[in-house]
């Protein structure tokens, strides 16, 4: 029998509260894995054969200086479920609580992967027929055209070792498809990446028309314009849909037409779901950590203990590491200790 | 009865051809509206009483440097349509080529408006029952906080003058709502923003969910996240919308509620329509100049000439400046003459 990999989940945060968070625990228990739930012991209910409950009723709600909230909060959930993956007593992470606070306290705690510049956010973006991997989704505002070069090959090694994408095809987000399209750091990404074409299949720049057009399998933009690009894929979703259920309701005619519809949509809505893929992974550090949406449910964070559970047995951090060492992407000096444990501006 | 306003047309480049630009300039004539139609005049036709065609053949492709195509080719029929204008032949230009062409042609040629940083391209978002106005959609790939203060003025101004939103209410695009949230450009442009709450109703960050909400008339980002946001709305509702269509033809039941729900989606597709509004608009320059979609047909043209012609009448750029200048948001010291007819790093 394979040994169970064991999961530290913060239940603080989550829309449906700590008690969701914890019916996820117990699904992804019956799947095969190990949880330890961090959360207001009352609300997550006596845990299971292989959920184990730590009661941190302290939550750090969503604030404008996590990193402060972090540092000055030992005793919050997501602080302790962190401290749990540092130590060694879990594998990986599953934060519920506020994405701000979950990147604050990985890190703080977790440090940078040997040679890698900034950690990154990527999300498996789901698209009927063509999901692809979106990284950084938020976890850096400005970057340097080097640390887009590193998203990519991270990117592209998370696609290989977890999705099972053959040689995935890379694209950086930009303005216009030609080499000459977009901000300084873009442009010198372009020519670095376009240069080590042997290593990653660099397919250039795509414009935003391109998602959901299966023309690349990763895509890699700054954290500011790739969290624009997520929430605006998400909302523009939102409203679409939104408004053809109110189509489908301003007559007889068309109420009769949307049930006839019905399950073919939901066919597509499951293909949307973006509770199948678990969220967002922290890429680039010494653990993983897995964000789900706040908004999700159950079955999204058995998902997230899923996705974080094959991660560490998997070895998708070391085979990423690999990754970037075998493209030369890795940086030449290492910083210090104390710098490695926060993203500065190098 | 009121003079006509005469529109300067490019025709060539449209995704549909010249022809296509013919029929949308002539539906604008018989709406009140002159035009000069600088294109193949064997494509083009012969005019008519409010049309005038001048045979300008040569066509600037989507190049890399666009700015040194329009400089190197004097006789291509956007650089005569922009003469046009400047000379005062007529009055505002409209583009069915290439944007890149259009707003180097346009910032060649047209001078900035006096204490104008930088011009934006300003557009109407069709969302069901919230349309608002997102700027800068591209024109500039990286600005400082003065420029999205400026872009912000002029947006709103834009907004109560052509469309009568009155008090529009503006917000700036970013990863998180929290003033404290994105690039140090976008924090500066905030807290400018909140400081001189009077003059405009600014009711802070948004984050790319809101698209779509209702929540704000006016939309400010840089060019580069402005542009991905777009084409991102863009994309996904091109995928969303082909998804559905092919979820209806997937089974002889969901084809027939496909059909009755027909007629309630093409109230839908009317209610996003991206011809309705004529394309973008660029602010801040001392001419007016409308570039409507490559795909648009020979309404979206009309649509274009239509918002071009009311933005002379109207007078929306002298509006706008008078806004800039009443919100304290004009830069002080001019720039030399040279200086003013290309963006620069100011």
């Given at each position: 029998m394979v040994e169970r990999v064991t999961v530290a989940v913060d239940a603080n945060g989550a829309d449906l509260g700590p008690a969701e968070v914890a019916r996820g625990a117990a699904l992804a228990a019956e799947r095969g894995h190990r949880v330890v739930l961090f959360g207001p012991a009352a609300e997550l209910g006596p845990g299971g054969e292989h959920v184990e409950v730590v009661d941190a009723p302290v939550s750090i709600a969503k604030t404008a200086d996590p990193a402060r909230a972090v540092r000055g909060t030992p005793a919050a959930s997501i602080v302790q479920a962190v401290e749990a993956v540092a130590s060694g007593r879990a594998g990986a992470l599953v934060s519920g609580g506020s994405t701000g606070a979950a990147l604050a306290a990985s890190l703080f705690r977790f440090k940078r992967a040997?040679?890698?510049h900034r950690p990154a956010l990527a999300i498996v973006v789901p698209v009927p027929g063509s999901p692809f991997l979106l990284l950084d989704?938020?976890?850096?505002v400005s970057v340097r055209s080097e640390h887009l070069v590193q998203f990519a090959h991270m990117g592209a090694a998370f696609m290989e070792v977890v999705?099972?994408?053959?040689?995935p095809r890379v694209a950086l987000l930009s303005n216009g498809e030609e080499p000459s399209k977009g901000p300084e750091d873009v442009v010198a990404a372009h020519a670095t990446l376009s240069a080590g074409a042997g290593e990653i299949d660099f397919i250039g720049n795509v414009e935003g028309f391109a998602i959901g057009k299966g023309v690349c399998d990763v895509l890699v933009a700054d954290g500011f314009s790739g969290n624009i690009a997520l929430k605006v894929m998400e909302g523009t979703s939102d409203v679409l849909l939104r408004s053809v259920r109110d189509a489908a309701m301003s007559s007889t005619r068309s109420k009769l037409g949307g049930l006839l519809l019905r399950p073919a949509l939901r066919g597509l809505r499951d293909q949307i779901d973006p509770e199948a893929h678990g969220g967002a992974v922290l890429l680039g550090l010494r653990h993983l950590g897995v964000v789900p949406h706040g908004s999700f449910g159950a079955r999204g964070f058995a998902a997230a203990i899923e996705v974080a559970a094959r991660g560490v047995r998997d070895d998708v951090l070391g085979r990423t590491h690999e990754r970037l060492a075998e493209a030369g992407a890795l940086r030449r000096s290492e910083p210090s200790a104390a710098a490695a444990t926060v993203p500065d501006e190098s």
């Open positions: 040997r040679g890698v989704a938020g976890a850096n999705m099972g994408v053959r040689r």
